[in-house]
């Protein structure tokens, strides 16, 4: 008997971009111009050069960077998403997340794991110097060395040091321009009439409403 390898139904749809986006697949060393609609999987990555932006849709989530933002999606499966942020600013709007399915930002000051539908960012600067990780609705936990901290809907842990990482509240960072657009993505995606029968899970759902009308 032959064994099949499925892969994971799910994968992060590069569903828009702005600016200067470069891509670099999974294994290579080479990076290109990022294409719209590309499926990315486990082991592809993205860079924002300075005023770019791009989005990734992943079904029941959408994680979207600012410029100079260095991000690849660690780990994708059904039921897991793992990003890794190297540098820069990282929005993650999760719409839905169901029992058994996790979500989880890797930094060099920790991971940042949402754990209801919300509204989440992290900074992470080119200077490296700390990490702001804020929960604008929701809540998410903040994990490092065998230490667990949660963050409600509203606050903002910031985190910074070496060995062993020092973690404090933080005031939630006032929304800026990138909150605002990734707001207004997150407003035309809930009013969608096509979701209303394509299930979320299926990337570009969304889009079709600019490719005709139905009666």
């Known amino acids: 008997m032959v064994a099949v390898l499925l892969a994971p139904a799910r994968v992060a749809r590069v569903a828009y971009l702005e600016g200067s ?7 290579d060393t080479t990076w290109t111009m990022a294409p719209v609609n590309y499926p990315m999987t486990t082991g592809d990555r993205l860079y924002a050069d300075q005023g770019g932006r791009a989005e990734l849709q992943l079904g029941r989530l959408t994680v979207r960077i600012a410029g100079t933002t260095d991000l690849t999606v660690s780990n994708l499966t059904d039921q897991f998403a793992q990003i890794g942020l190297a540098q820069g600013t990282l929005r993650v709007s999760v719409y839905e997340l169901p029992p058994g399915d996790a979500v989880e930002i890797d930094t060099p000051y920790g991971v940042v794991q949402p754990l209801a539908a919300g509204e989440y960012r992290v900074d992470l600067p080119p200077d490296n ?61 809930e009013a969608s009439v096509s979701a209303r029968y394509v299930s979320g899970d299926i990337p570009g759902g969304a889009d079709l409403e600019a490719t005709g009308t139905s009666e």
């Open 21 to 27: 986006v470069s891509f670099q697949p999974s294994g």
């Open 129 to 189: 110097v700390s990490m702001v990780a804020g929960a604008y609705r929701g809540t998410m936990q903040w994990v490092a060395g065998g230490i667990a901290q949660l963050v409600q809907g509203g606050q903002a842990i910031r985190v910074s040091g070496v060995s062993p990482l020092r973690g404090a509240r933080a005031a939630l960072p006032a929304p800026d321009a990138f909150d605002r657009w990734s707001a207004n993505r997150d407003r035309d995606l």
